[in-house]
């Protein structure tokens, strides 16, 4: 009988240079606190620290 139990794979974590990264922080600077794209990068922001961890 075998197992149920399969792991799935860790998703990819992109990685981006320093270059875009301040880029972003800039863009994402002067964008309201109350936008749906700053509550998105904060969900994202966890999806990839999970995504990190699994490896």
Do not use: F, H, W
């Not at 270059?19 to 309201?32: I, S």
């Not at 936008?35 to 490896?55: E, G, T, W």
């Amino acid at each position: 009988m075998a197992s149920s139990d399969t792991a799935a794979p860790c998703p990819p974590v992109v990685d981006y240079n320093a270059g875009d990264q301040a880029r972003a922080a800039d863009e994402v600077e002067k964008l309201q606190e109350s936008s749906a794209i700053v509550r998105m990068l904060s969900d994202y922001a966890v999806l990839r620290d999970q995504a990190r961890a699994c490896r």
